[in-house]
């Protein structure tokens, strides 16, 4: 069957990574742009006969679910750019989505029925989950227009606006300049009121000169605030997208992690110092963190906002080696743990497990990484005691979820 051919699918249940699964001939076909029930007319976008599924995209709706709406980003839409492919969802159905994508993992990976719901940021419900971003990542297309890449492709689409980014990102002016032609454009506006800032392939831009600004002493950072806590991250670096999700998430660690007033925490893939800083405050004069992130730049920025924290100990290194080798994490009363899209994996589990912590506080960005990791857990002594899942990429099929597991 020819690659881009029309078939007409019947749309089953929905799947990781924000497509739904359908059959076609006994073929497993995974479809972007559609809901579970719906009758569509899909292009294929992968297909032949040496794959073990084909891939396609719902180009007309034959019978829609009540849960479709008009799409908020046409631009997302099929043959699109990623990044917002389930922008034709309601909102209220999309955290269903995800709840449902996220109970599935725990049942195939952990061998858990459990029923998570994933709950709305603040602001999102009245915002139709838009305008949330304070980061995006553009790049010029041959004409020097800024845009996105098509999905599963490196050709760049122009665009003429990116509605999930907040207004202050939106009244830049983006979209109507025009920059070298492939040329990388990062805009990081923070929640906390820091005056926006464009980096050009990764060097400060100034918008009203209109070139790079290459002084030495030219601003590369912002002030990030989350509730009374200010860091300094490097406008390169990382940091939560969702104007409301460091909040979100300091809040629900230190829920997880009770009370730990003299405790020793340990605060892995700790990125820069985002939970830190309350676990800091957390354990008190008689308490310790100790901190183990692996990228260079975060570290910098982290010790940038802990200079003062004298019960902090940052360390730069691989998660598993750092703790195999430090002298001074030998043992942790409660594990916080914030890895990335892969997850911890065999080796830092059995390296958490080793600290012997009552308690591990795991933030996660993919059901299918948490659930692997919560199973590896369990089999070493620890029960998961809470879950919770957070939707804070509203129109993707992201989430973020905080386990709880105690031993």
């Not at 269903?96 to 719901?117: I, T």
Request: charged share 25%; hydrophobic share 45%.
């Amino acid at each position: 069957m020819p690659g881009d051919a029309l078939v007409e699918l019947e749309v089953g249940p929905v799947a990781h990574g924000g497509h739904c699964v359908a059959r076609l001939h006994g073929r497993v076909v995974f479809v972007r742009h559609s809901l579970p029930g719906e009758r569509v007319r899909a292009r294929l976008t992968e297909s032949g006969e040496g794959r073990r599924f084909w891939r396609a995209d719902a180009v007309e709706v034959l019978e829609a679910s009540p849960d479709r709406v008009p799409s908020v980003w046409p631009a997302a839409g099929p043959g699109g750019v990623g990044g917002g492919e389930l922008a034709h969802v309601a909102p209220p159905a999309q955290r269903a989505w995800k709840a449902a994508v996220l109970d599935e993992q725990l049942r195939r990976l952990a061998h858990l029925e459990l029923d998570v719901p994933v709950l709305a940021a603040p602001g999102d419900e009245e915002r139709d989950g838009l305008a949330y971003r304070t980061r995006i990542d553009l790049v010029a297309d041959g004409s020097g227009r800024a845009g996105m890449r098509r999905f599963r492709s490196h050709d760049v689409q122009a665009l003429e606006s990116m509605p999930l980014a907040t207004e202050t990102i939106a009244g830049l002016g983006l979209f109507e300049r025009r920059w070298p032609a492939g040329a990388r454009i990062e805009a990081v506006a923070p929640a906390g009121g820091d005056e926006p800032l464009v980096l050009l392939d990764g060097v400060p831009f100034d918008l009203r000169r209109g070139r790079p600004d290459t002084r030495p002493n030219a601003r590369s950072s912002v002030h990030e605030r989350v509730g009374d806590y200010v860091y300094r991250v490097s406008a390169a670096g990382f940091w939560q997208v969702h104007r409301e999700a460091p909040a979100v998430l300091v809040d629900a660690v230190r829920a997880g992690v009770g009370d730990v007033v003299g405790a020793t925490v340990a605060d892995l893939y700790s990125g820069a110092g985002l939970f830190t800083v309350p676990l800091a405050d957390a354990v008190g004069p008689t308490g310790s963190v100790v901190s183990v992130e692996g990228d260079e730049r975060a570290v910098r920025d982290a010790r940038r906002t802990l200079h003062d924290r004298d019960n902090v100990t940052l360390h730069h290194g691989d998660v598993a080696q750092v703790l195999s080798r430090a002298d001074d994490v030998v043992h942790a009363d409660v594990v916080v743990l914030d890895p990335p899209r892969t997850g911890a994996g065999r080796a830092v589990v059995g390296a958490v497990a080793a600290l012997r912590p009552d308690r591990v506080v795991y933030v996660a960005c993919d059901p299918a990484a948490l659930a692997r990791d919560i199973g590896l857990l369990g089999e070493a002594g620890y029960r998961l005691t809470r879950l919770q899942g957070f939707d804070l990429f509203p129109h993707t099929h992201h989430l973020e979820a905080v386990a709880v597991l105690e031993r």
